[in-house]
């Protein structure tokens, strides 16, 4: 059925206020998803239960495809995640980049990989807040009640269910559309989008996440993502400025080739001393 139009334009302009209202968006996302499992928690054990079978159990996980598809995220992650480190290990050995080298867009993933996923996801809720997870809880063959979104429990110790770390880490990888230039972005949120959904719904259907957890990391790594794109772009202090940051680890990689060059030199002096004595 084709849209009426005043539809259209009602899209239109919710997509264009989103857009030029970001954290705003992303902050009313997570209230509304918030708002929305808690008044209704019965749609998390409703979207575990299409993945659940009482004698089965979480049979996908034993699926092989979807095994490799889990696989499949912390694969990218990592492979990004040396990519963006290659250019700040070149600042340090090299004495002068290439000019399409940049490194600003290096420390943008990097740092928002440690603060989403890394510190904000699992140091801080993952690790605190003892949500268990789907199966672990009664419905699901456990021995643990199931907890709302938010409620800090003491059924789990450690690197629970909320929120999705998984989830947040393919959702990271979204970062690396705002590095594009902007006639490519559609086309990689057409690709890094369906799988970022694939990755964090994967872990849903093993049991190892509410689909809350999920929708709830999706916008918690958004926002760390907003925050550090305008620091590194938008409104960047002038130590963030590529010049800056060329000139700074320059310095460092010159202090560090110095050491080095000076501690093989001692080695050498040394070991011809040793071997002096031998003679």
């Known amino acids: ?32 998803v918030s708002l929305l499992f ?4 019965a749609l998390d054990l409703m979207a575990t239960g299409l993945f659940y079978d009482a004698e089965a159990g979480f049979w996908l996980a034993e699926v092989p495809f979807f095994v490799r598809l889990r696989a499949l995220g912390p694969f990218l992650v990592k492979v990004v995640a040396v990519l963006a480190a290659l250019p700040l290990v070149a600042a340090l050995l090299l004495p002068r980049l290439p000019e399409w080298v940049r490194l600003r867009a290096s420390l943008f993933l990097l740092s928002t990989l440690a603060l989403g996923p890394g510190l904000v996801v699992n140091a801080l809720f993952k690790n605190n807040w003892g949500r268990p997870r789907p199966r672990d809880v009664t419905a699901f063959g456990g021995d643990a009640p199931y ?11 450690t690197n629970c269910s909320f929120v999705s770390g998984e989830a947040s880490a393919s959702l990271w990888l979204v970062s690396l559309v705002f590095l594009a230039p902007a006639r490519w972005r559609l086309g990689m949120l057409v690709v890094i989008g369906p799988l970022c959904v694939a990755l964090s719904i994967n872990r849903v259907a093993f049991g190892g996440h509410f689909l809350s957890d999920t929708l709830l990391s999706w916008g918690l790594t958004l926002l760390v993502i907003l925050a550090m794109y305008r620091l590194f772009y938008v409104a960047p202090p002038a130590m963030l400025q590529e010049a800056s940051l060329r000139s700074g680890l320059a310095r460092v ?13 001692g080695i050498v002096r040394r070991t011809r001393a040793f071997l002096h004595r031998f003679r």
């Open 253 to 265: 990689g010159g202090w560090l080739r110095r050491g080095v060059r000076r501690l093989a030199c």
């Open 1 to 32: 059925m084709t849209p009426v139009p005043h539809q259209a334009s009602f899209s239109r302009k919710l997509c264009e206020w989103c857009a030029a209202h970001p954290f705003v968006a992303t902050s009313a996302y997570l209230l509304l």
């Open 147 to 157: 907890v709302p979104v938010w409620k800090v429990t003491d059924h789990c110790d």
């Open 38 to 41: 808690l008044a209704v928690p």
